[in-house]
T-cell receptor, first 109, second 115 residues
Framework: QKEVEQNSGPLSVPEGAIASLNCTYS??????FFWYRQYSGKSPELIMS????GDKEDGRFTAQLNKASQYVSLLIRDSQPSDSATYLC?????????FGTGTSLTVIP | DAEITQSPRHKITETGRQVTLACHQT?????MFWYRQDLGHGLRLIHY???????NKGEVSDGYSVSRSNTEDLPLTLESAASSQTSVYFC??????????????FGPGTRLTVL
């Protein structure tokens, strides 16, 4: 069973701080990982994808992948109240995606 | 603009009835997926398709069926709705993979209540 584990939170950070979201995965064969943001009552939307070990930056977002430790993280710099949402970590193996249960983030103004 | 749509957006039905949820994408993607999302379980894969006439069971396929007669549509049918199938259903699509994963694009979701 392929699994992605996330801390469900809630995680609260003050506006302007760095929010750190983490997940671990069970399938060493997984090659690709994704972070989705989901606002309440809405569908998931892609924030970042990462395929290689190391860091990948896109604006205020940085994804980190460590395949040896089977660990994926998402850093959100200069957090804004609009970043308040649930963040889903997903892995990909064999044309299928498998998702964690999500971490709820609240950015306090 | 290309998009993925679902209908209906909200549905209330009774136990035992057959229900079909529609999913239509204009991305021209080969791969389409159906998920359900419940509190504490995240997104769970119901069925998926890699192309016309291809369908595969996912993690929670019991009580559900799909058919793929064209590239754009993957309707999800609940053969005999049960209260345990009350959930939010998301359809998603992605391109054919070529050595790496492509992005999944999600529809807006259908909230189904089975009474």
């Amino acid at each position: 069973q392929k699994e992605v584990e996330q801390n469900s939170g809630p995680l609260s950070v003050p506006e302007g701080a760095i929010a750190s979201l983490n997940c671990t995965y069970s399938d060493r064969g997984s090659q690709s990982f994704f972070w989705y943001r989901q606002y309440s009552g809405k569908s998931p939307e892609l924030i970042m994808s990462i395929y290689s070990n190391g860091d990948k930056e896109d604006g205020r977002f940085t994804a980190q992948l460590n395949k040896a430790s089977q660990y994926v993280s998402l850093l959100i710099r200069d957090s804004q109240p609009s970043d308040s949402a649930t963040y889903l970590c997903a892995g990909h193996t064999g044309n299928q995606f498998y998702f964690g249960t999500g971490t709820s983030l609240t950015v306090i103004p | 603009d290309a998009e993925i749509t679902q209908s209906p957006r909200h549905k209330i039905t009774e136990t035992g009835r057959q229900v079909t949820l529609a999913c239509h994408q204009t991305w021209n993607h080969n791969n389409m997926f159906w998920y359900r999302q419940d509190l504490g379980h995240g997104l769970r894969l119901i069925h998926y398709s890699y192309g016309v006439q291809d369908t595969n069971k996912g993690e929670v396929s019991d009580g559900y069926s799909v058919s793929r007669s064209n590239t754009e549509d993957l309707p999800l049918t609940l053969e005999s709705a049960a209260s345990s199938q009350t959930s939010v259903y998301f359809c998603a699509s992605s391109r054919e993979f070529a050595g790496g994963a492509d992005t999944q694009y999600f529809g807006p979701g259908t909230r189904l209540t089975v009474l």
